[in-house]
């Protein structure tokens, strides 16, 4: 789906899928999920620089949000201007 959820609000269901765009822990993010394939995505755009994708199959939804728990989001968002020459 690339990065238009950046710039977009996503809400949709069919059948078995959905996909939407979230909030999570402060970020804007894209959440897809396939009840049926057991199989989905969640992404997130950190501190507007770092895009952080977690996908699995054989998995539930739950299972993905819990390993997108696992990043430390935070010490990631602090790294922000790390390497830029202008900050």
Do not use: C, K
């Not at 909030?23 to 804007?28: K, L, N, S, V």
């Not at 299972?63 to 790294?79: I, K, S, Y």
Request: aromatic share 10%.
């Amino acid at each position: 789906f690339g990065l238009g959820w950046t710039l977009a609000d996503i809400d949709r269901e069919s059948g078995s899928t959905y996909e939407r765009t979230v909030e999570f822990g402060g970020q804007r993010g894209y959440r897809s999920y396939d009840t049926e394939a057991q199989a989905g995505e969640f992404s997130l755009l950190v501190a507007e620089r770092f895009h952080v994708e977690v996908t699995g199959s054989g998995v539930t939804d739950d299972e993905l949000e819990d390993a997108l728990r696992a990043v430390d989001l935070n010490a990631l968002a602090g790294m922000r201007d790390a390497g830029r020459p202008d900050a």
